[in-house]
């Protein structure tokens, strides 16, 4: 604590002095760590600095090794014996703030533009400059700190290796963004990642491997343009390494225990990842471009929308592994939450709490992981107990425009994925035209993912060959940029002019690779040719086995016995055991819920739990989510009684009806509509056995969640045969608020509900459930509670699954007189709301 040490130029702690022992530094530390807890915490201007102890300094020495008139050492060293020479710690001050300074800012000098259009300039010459260092310097040794990894096995270089190899790690073609992370475990496992060396070599087969995927990535792309060329299908020309960047990153996680990934992306290269990284049958993909119509339900929307769901054995693990695209429309990163909350589901059926089993991935275009305000909603959700998934892997597919529209007006971040640094979340930035510097990257994001269960980006920064489409003329708009792309040789082309260099493969053995794609190739176009049917079944990314045929169209009654409503109704209104302390207010809400439970009566509340816990009985999971549901907007829930004396101590009366009880899932999330409703609705597409339900702190707030509700919820069945029984509960109502809160505008889902008016449904047999089967959502105007009872449980009951919209008047929640008696709700009675549906 005593030895001294020499400040360097970062702080300004010492004032005058130049030289402090480690006990004056932590104290002088220390004062400004009091000072902002102090103002913190209310002291007024002027008391809450307090003035560190003065100290002393004592000349710094060393022992100098005989016929030595000086030596650099690392910082912290100070044997006495001999003064030392001011000029050596200096310098070594100045390598140790060099180092840092490749760590944090190497990565906005490094060669990330495959078009080479972004200039950048060497930082080295600037930091020598900056530390008052020159070329007679360069061969000077030095010990390098603990802080890096650059030297592996050796302790001491040279500053002119320690340059080349801080160069090299953090300026050529990878910029890693990282030391904005407030873990320094973190931060050390990523620079030993990156800064130890030889790390980032492949071997000779991994090369052959990567040129492969490389081939089949251009060929398929090249293929399409042959065959179809007036057909869009917004190719991957200028960012062929996904593929091979995608199939690292499965392979690893393969390896590392993932037994299912689901993926969500825009349309960009999405038949190629559907062809070469999910392994869908070229023939099916094919016969998409021939116009046919679908043989079965929906419209099947376009190619480069659609989705699928595969297992296949991945065979470098020789494990198999589930693969699932979730289909989305055009509304780029409107799938972000839908795929989050299917992968949330997938794990919490599982049992996967850790998310070892099941992982996601998600794939963005740069102008849209910096626009779209639903990407910063997902990533606020990314580590919330009851919606992360304990890692995803974020893919910017990185055009370097939008559209037509260039970067320096489409956003005011220096790079399109600093929305990313909110959680700080590690990024990769990399050129697209270097293969192996991509399977690096990818296979650290892959290591992060499983080792630490939070998110990364990876920013694959390449181009676009033919503009937004295949028919579209980008030189209107971008004639420099596109006059480059026309020089530019094909990622292909550059990777197999290395490895020949290298010597790893022959003109004859990439040749062959690309003639033997090409005869896959043509033999599924002329298979496809004899196709005559198409089938939009072929394309689900949610199929539920062993749910659809296994019943005929009649539901279940939804009433139950006297019995099981008096129990519930019990445990709901009985104070939890022990010596938990809940609020006054809370113990009268109890009481009086006890005394309707006597009475054989319920409220909505009362009705509500009667459901959800009738269903938990059922082995049905029931999950409830959304702003403040715990309580409930209007305080009329109460799901989770909190301790008033013990933090975090909570109890959860329907978590405790029965033994063998399905979970009760209740949790406030995020003050987000847009994303949580998507990360819902892709909860309830995992598992047709669940109520999975939202609710909207008013119910006009719906509308900031527009987007979901007409792109998935409405058309989901119309679009893609996809099937969702996800529940809104929108509390709303024309009571004097004005237009702020005035309605959950219920005319705006009858239109989405709407059909021919010319078109009258045929009159016969089970008409009514005909009727209900031929709709695309179920919207409903609750004015009971034994209404709002069977409206729930018949979401379960019917052979079938639509999403159901429920309107209640927000003063029924707690009005006096909003009762229904229990006989409403027994067997035998399935009084239901009147509902208003149309088929799609």
């Not at 003639?515 to 539920?544: C, M």
């Not at 679009?719 to 509960?729: A, D, F, H, P, T």
Request: proline share 6%; hydrophobic share 35%.
């Amino acid at each position: 604590m005593d030895r001294q040490f020499k400040l360097p130029a970062t702080t300004f702690i010492g004032g005058k002095e130049s030289v402090l022992s480690l006990r004056d530094i932590l104290k002088r530390l220390e004062s400004w760590d009091t000072f902002f807890r102090s103002a913190q915490s209310g002291a007024v201007p002027g008391q809450a600095y307090q003035r560190p102890p003065q100290v002393s300094t004592v000349p710094m020495q060393v022992l100098v090794p005989p016929g030595a008139t000086s030596v650099s050492l690392p910082m912290g060293t100070s044997p006495v014996g001999a003064q030392v020479a001011p000029r050596d710690i200096e310098d070594h001050l100045s390598v140790q703030a060099i180092i840092r300074s490749y760590q944090v800012r190497g990565h906005t000098h490094a060669i990330l533009d495959p078009l080479g259009i972004a200039n950048v300039e060497p930082i080295s010459h600037n930091l020598l400059k900056m530390h008052n260092l020159e070329e007679k310097d360069m061969d000077r040794q030095f010990k390098l700190p603990a802080t890096t990894f650059i030297g592996g096995k050796e302790s001491v270089l040279s500053l002119r290796d320690i340059l080349k190899r801080l160069e090299s790690v953090y300026c050529r073609h990878i910029g890693v963004e990282f030391m904005f992370i407030n873990n320094l475990e973190i931060c050390d496992w990523i620079r030993q990642k990156f800064e130890t060396p030889g790390i980032m070599d492949l071997t000779k087969e991994q090369k052959k491997l990567l040129l492969a995927r490389v081939v089949r990535s251009t060929k398929f792309e090249e293929f399409l343009a042959k065959k179809w060329v007036s057909e869009k299908r917004f190719g991957l020309e200028g960012c062929e390494v996904l593929i091979p960047a995608m199939k690292t990153i499965i392979d690893r996680s393969s390896e590392m225990g993932i037994e299912s990934i689901v993926m969500g992306m825009p349309h960009r290269g999405r038949l190629n990842v559907l062809a070469n990284v999910c392994r869908k049958p070229l023939e099916q993909i094919f016969t998409q471009f021939s116009g046919l119509e679908p043989a079965d339900e929906g419209s099947g929307d376009v190619k480069y929308h659609l989705g699928m769901s595969h297992e296949r054995l991945n065979r470098l693990t020789n494990k198999n592994i589930k693969l699932a695209v979730v289909a989305n429309p055009s509304h780029l990163e409107a799938v972000d939450p839908v795929v989050q909350g299917k992968t949330r589901a997938e794990q919490y059926y599982r049992g996967d709490t850790q998310g070892k089993k099941v992982m996601s991935i998600l794939l963005h275009g740069d102008a849209a992981f910096a626009g779209q305000g639903v990407v910063y909603e997902t990533f606020h959700l990314s580590d919330l107990p009851d919606y992360s998934t304990h890692g995803t892997i974020h893919i910017v597919v990185n055009n370097q425009i939008g559209f037509t529209t260039d970067p320096r007006v489409a956003r005011s971040s220096p790079y399109c994925t600093d929305v990313a640094r909110v959680v700080n979340a590690p990024i990769f930035h990399v050129n697209a035209d270097d293969p192996e510097s991509v399977v690096h990257v990818c296979q650290v994001a892959a290591d992060y993912r499983a080792t630490f269960g939070k998110d990364c980006v990876i920013d694959l920064v390449g181009y676009r060959r033919n503009g937004h489409n295949e028919i579209d003329e980008p030189m209107f708009t971008q004639p420099l940029m596109y006059t480059k792309i026309r020089k530019q040789l094909t990622c292909l082309d550059l990777y197999a002019k290395t490895l020949l260099e290298e010597g790893v493969v022959t003109e004859k053995e990439i040749e062959e690779e690309k003639q033997r794609y090409e005869a896959v190739l043509q033999e599924a176009f002329v298979n496809a040719g004899k196709e005559v049917k198409t089938y939009n079944k072929d394309w689900l990314d949610s199929p539920w086995s062993g749910f659809f045929g296994t019943k005929d169209l009649q539901a279940e009654p939804s009433g139950i016995s006297e019995e099981i409503l008096t129990h519930i109704g019990q445990m709901f209104s009985t104070p939890p055991p022990g010596n938990f302390k809940i609020h006054p207010g809370i113990r009268r809400i109890l009481k009086t819920r006890n005394e309707l439970v006597k009475n054989k009566m319920t409220d909505w509340a009362l009705a509500e739990a009667m459901a959800f816990g009738s269903l938990l009985r059922e082995g049905v999971h029931v999950r409830l989510s959304g702003q403040d549901v715990e309580r409930g907007t209007f305080s009329h829930r109460h799901h989770v009684l909190h301790h008033q004396l013990i933090d975090k101590n909570t109890y959860r009366p329907l978590c405790h009806l029965y033994p063998d009880q399905a979970p009760y899932t209740v949790c406030n999330s995020s003050l987000s509509e847009y994303g949580v409703l998507g990360f819902e609705l892709g909860f309830s597409m995992t598992n047709p056995n669940a109520l999975v339900m939202w609710e909207a702190q008013f119910g006009d707030f719906m509308n900031t969640a527009q987007c979901i509700i007409d792109q998935f919820i409405s058309s989901g069945q119309a679009k893609w045969v996809r099937q969702s029984g996800l529940v809104m509960l929108l509390p709303h109502g024309m009571e004097g608020m004005g237009p702020e809160h005035s309605s959950a505008r219920a005319e705006r889902f009858l239109q989405l509900c709407n059909e021919e008016g010319e078109e009258f449904p045929e009159i016969g047999d089970n008409f009514m459930m005909k009727q209900l089967y031929e709709a695309n959502m179920l919207v409903v105007n609750c004015t009971t509670p034994a209404n709002y009872f069977h409206v729930l449980r018949r979401q379960i009951v019917l052979p079938f699954r639509k999403p159901l919209i429920v309107f209640s008047p927000k003063s029924l929640l707690r009005h006096p007189e909003a009762r229904s008696p229990f006989n409403e709700m027994m067997e035998g009675n399935t009084e239901v709301p009147r509902v208003t549906q149309q088929s799609q």
